[in-house]
Each structure stands twice: as C-alpha cells, then as structure tokens.
C-alpha cells in the first residue's frame, strides 16, 4: 500500500509498505477523512518521540471497515467508523486502575504513529476493535467527525484534568484546535470567565464564540500581569494547551493556592520543566499540576459525538482548510508545520 511516513527525523516522504494484517480481536480500516496534528509535527521535526523509521503518519482519522477480527462483535466490512487517536489494550491492568491510555507502559495507548504504524496510509490497523471504534453517527459531518479522533477528547481532557467547575475564572494557555475545545469544553462545564490566550485573530474570534470572555495576546506583553490585571487577582484553574516548558512558571504565577493546572499540551524539547518555588508556595501552595495524555476508546468518542450531534458543540469550525485528495495529507501536514495565520485546521477527505 501507499502511505506518507517519517523517514527519520526531519524527514517524511510517500512510501510503499506491506497492508496492516488483522489480528482476532482488530478491525483494519480504509481512511475516508484524515487530518494532521500538531503532535505529528513534534514527532517528526523535534525528534521528540525519538527517531523512528519509515513509520507511517498520522492518528486522526474517520474510517470504514474492510476487515475484522473472528473476536470483534459489534463492527462489520462496510461500516464507517469514528477511530480514537488513542487505541488502549482495555482488558490492561492500567485500564482497570483507570488510566487505560498508558496501558504497555507510560503512553503506550498512544499507538497510532508512535508505536505502530499510523493513518495516513490506504489502509490501517485498530487494536480492540471494539473497544476503539464507534460508529459514525448517520448525518455527521466528516469535519467534525475527524475532529472526534483527538482534537475534541484532548482539548475537553484539559477541562477535566483542570477540573473546572460552575463560576470558576479559568485561564486557557493556547488557543489552537486543541485549546479552543477546552474553551468549548469550559464553557459547558460552565466557567465563568475565560482568559484564552493566543495572537492569531482567527483563533482569538472562534475563542470567542466558543465562550472565552477575553483574548490575551501573549506577544503583547506579559501574560500573568494581563490575566492577574483583568481578573483582579489569581484565576481558580488553568487549561495548558501551547506554548513551553516556560509556560508553567507563568500558569504558577496567575493561580490561587488551591488552584488546578491541567495540561494537555505535548512538551517536545528540553529536559526540565521548571516551577517557581516562591509562587508554589515553597512547595506547600495547594497549585495542583496535572497534565495528561488523552483518553481514548469507543464510550468516549460516542459521548463526545453525542455533544455534537446535540449541536452544543461544533468541532468543525475548527476546519479552515478542506482538501480533496489522499495524496494532499503532504500539504496538510506542512501546513500544520507552518501555521500560516489563516489556519487552525486542515481536513483531508479521501
Ligand atoms: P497549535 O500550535 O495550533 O496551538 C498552540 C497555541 O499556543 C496557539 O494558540 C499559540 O498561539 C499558543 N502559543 C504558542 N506559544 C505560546 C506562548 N509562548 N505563550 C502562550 N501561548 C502560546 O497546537 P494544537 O492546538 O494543535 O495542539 C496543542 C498542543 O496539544 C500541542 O502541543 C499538541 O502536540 C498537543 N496535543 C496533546 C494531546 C494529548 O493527548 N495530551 C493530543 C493532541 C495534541 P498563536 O496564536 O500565536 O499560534
Ligand atoms: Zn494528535
């Protein structure tokens, strides 16, 4: 089969590899929607997961099925499936603690262009079939759809691991695809105000209409005296969904004791993370940080359709860019590199 891979570090390229082989309990799938992800590009040009060779691409997806498993019950050739970038083992002793993403080993749910090969290939192979698929809700769109795979379970993953609550003032560090899913995801959630901080106008208006309250530029000046300025004092919680390994001093800085950090945001360089002692409280401030890898699996991503379905949550405004064409996954892929200012996100239909 065809497929578009990371050579090495620094280098992708279409090769030619054997099709996936379909074991008992796994589905393979034909991608009819694909989509590129900003954890593509740490992979390939910050060498951040390590080097890896002619490994095929990608982990957002929507599909349909051409083969299952003698051990998969609820899928069938034919069926067009919502595919989670993050495939669990669910019958793992990590499942069953509830950390089902780092079943195998710390992020090992993370299979998809990581430790197999991913999506962007003419065909590809989903462990636990029925564990990881959902079925693709008749009327959807492919948009919203792909969106499904990562950018909406990871950006709401930042408002769970945030924990936020009814009236919290929250503060959201990037506003990218993943970033304004957990400004939606706040506002269901039903925080108060939301300090989103990005500098592409693009984002900043669809920030806006997600629900943030205010839009912070981070290339006008510090971020913590604009958030403590505008909110008269510390915010309750803290979304982290861009920026460095910096940015966790600033999120420190502009959190009240007892407030929550979750981060969602892939750290691809760097060796430490630093936090300031002062402001932690010399350690014993009750600033909570948290940061996780999203969960995947199939009640999930029927949960998370449900919300789109229901029209609270709309997943394709993130679409700026629609290209029809597998072999355009290239210049979607360099597109997500290069952030132009008129992107958040482009979708491949097949
Ligand atoms: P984008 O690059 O599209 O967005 C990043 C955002 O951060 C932009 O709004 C950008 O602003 C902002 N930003 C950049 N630098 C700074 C800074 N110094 N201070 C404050 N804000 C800054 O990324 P995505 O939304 O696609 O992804 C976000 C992160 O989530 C990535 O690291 C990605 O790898 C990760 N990820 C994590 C997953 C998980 O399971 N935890 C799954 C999927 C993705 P600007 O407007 O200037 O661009
Ligand atoms: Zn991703």
Not at 28 to 40: E, R, W, Y
Not at 47 to 69: F, K, N, Q, S
Not at 302 to 315: F, I, N, Q, W, Y
Request: net charge negative; proline share 4%; hydrophobic share 40%.
């Amino acid at each position: 089969m065809k497929a578009f891979a990371m050579r090495k570090i620094g280098q992708t390229g279409w090769i030619e590899k054997e099709a996936p082989v379909c074991g008992p309990m796994d589905a393979v799938c034909k991608p009819i929607a694909l989509a590129p992800c900003t954890s593509d590009v740490h992979t390939v040009w910050s060498g951040a997961i390590g080097d890896r060779c002619d490994m095929v691409l990608g982990h957002e997806a929507v599909g349909e099925v051409v083969e299952v498993g003698r051990m998969v019950n609820d899928f069938k050739v034919g069926d067009r499936v919502l595919i989670s970038a993050i495939t669990p083992d669910w019958n793992s002793y990590a499942a069953q603690e509830g950390y089902a993403m780092h079943s195998g080993g710390m992020l090992s749910g993370w299979k998809f262009s990581n430790f197999k090969d991913g999506v962007f290939g003419e065909y590809f192979h989903v462990n636990d079939a029925d564990g990881n698929l959902a079925h693709l809700p008749e009327g959807m769109d492919l948009g919203a759809a792909c969106m499904i795979s990562d950018m909406v379970p990871t950006g709401v993953h930042g408002a769970e691991l945030a924990d936020i609550q009814y009236g919290d003032n929250v503060a959201i560090i990037g506003i990218g695809p993943v970033g304004l899913m957990s400004v939606a995801a706040s506002a269901i959630r039903g925080a108060a105000n939301i300090y989103a901080v990005g500098s592409r106008k693009n984002c900043a208006d669809l920030a806006r209409e997600f629900g943030a309250t205010h839009i912070i530029n981070y290339k006008n000046g510090d971020i913590v005296e604009q958030i403590l300025d505008l909110n008269r004092g510390p915010v309750d919680k803290i979304i982290i969904a861009g920026g460095d390994n910096d940015t966790f001093a600033q999120a420190i800085r502009m959190l009240k004791a007892g407030g929550r950090i979750g981060n969602v945001n892939y750290l691809g360089e760097g060796d430490t993370v630093g936090i300031p002692r002062a402001e932690w409280g010399c350690g014993m401030g009750h600033k909570l940080i948290t940061g996780g890898l999203m969960p995947g699996g199939r009640l999930r991503s029927e949960k998370l359709a449900r919300l789109v379905m229901s029209g609270r949550l709309h997943p394709e405004r993130l679409i700026t860019h629609r290209f029809n064409g597998f072999e355009n996954v290239e210049q979607a892929l360099m597109l997500m590199k290069d952030k132009p200012a008129d992107l958040i996100k482009p979708l491949v239909l097949v």
